[in-house]
């Protein structure tokens, strides 16, 4: 089956710095990559996605890249602030829509 | 408008037990999935329902686990005769429909304790 593997596992950065967390997906036909914020005691929140015909979405500050020949996608954080400060969890859809996950970043963003 | 609502926010319970969680979609979507995340770890994919379609139960650990999803709305996550390694917080998600590409949408978990 699908496996997601998520680099680094924390990542402390300073305000106003990038952020940047790369994923390795295993199986090719996966075709759909979401990333989500957790913030404490509260569930996931989609943040951006993208889908395989496409190699790069932005969203203000927020960039996801996909290279499907090496199976990897990444998420950059421009411009960090406090806010930014959270858990974010990588994904793949394998199939009909059932995500598997990544094991999380926790990102702590410093003023 | 209304995001997925779950319910109780926490639960905890002797081991041995049962318990039931319940779990609201967003009105009209029509596929729902179940998450088990345990303490610092990612999501753990347990069942999805789309439509009248037979559910995908691939993801349940055991026969202890079962859920239904009633009128294509509402649905109950069950866990019977509760051990402490089922400890975790239940998460419920939903989409507009099952297919690939479409964003999924969680609610904030159901927190499980077990003593």
């Known amino acids: 089956g699908e496996n997601v593997e998520q680099h680094p596992s924390t990542l402390s950065v300073q305000e106003g710095d990038s952020a940047v967390i790369k994923c390795t997906y295993s199986d090719s036909a996966s075709n759909y990559f979401p990333w989500y914020k957790q913030e404490l005691g509260k569930g996931p929140q989609l943040i951006i996605d993208i889908r395989s015909n496409v190699g790069e979405k932005k969203d203000q500050r927020i960039a996801v890249t996909l290279n499907k020949t090496a199976k990897h996608f990444s998420l950059h954080i421009t411009e960090t602030q406090p806010e930014d400060s959270a858990v974010y969890f990588c994904a793949a859809s394998i199939t009909r829509g059932k995500l598997q996950f990544g094991a999380g970043t926790q990102v702590v963003v410093t003023p | 408008g209304a995001g997925v609502s779950q319910s109780p926010s926490n639960k905890v319970t002797e081991k041995g037990k049962d318990v039931e969680l319940r779990c609201d979609p967003i009105?009209?979507?029509?596929?729902l999935y179940w998450y088990r995340q345990s303490l610092g770890q990612g999501l753990e994919f347990l069942i999805y329902?789309?439509?009248?379609?037979?559910?995908?139960k691939s993801g349940l650990p055991s026969d202890r686990f079962s859920a239904e999803r009633t009128g294509g709305s509402v649905s109950t996550l069950t866990i019977q005769r509760t051990q402490q390694e089922d400890s975790a917080v239940y998460l419920c998600a939903s989409s507009t429909t099952g297919k690939n590409n479409q964003p999924q949408h969680f609610g904030d978990g159901t927190r499980l304790s077990i003593l």
């Open positions: 009105s009209g979507h029509t596929a």
């Open positions: 329902f789309q439509g009248n379609s037979a559910p995908d």
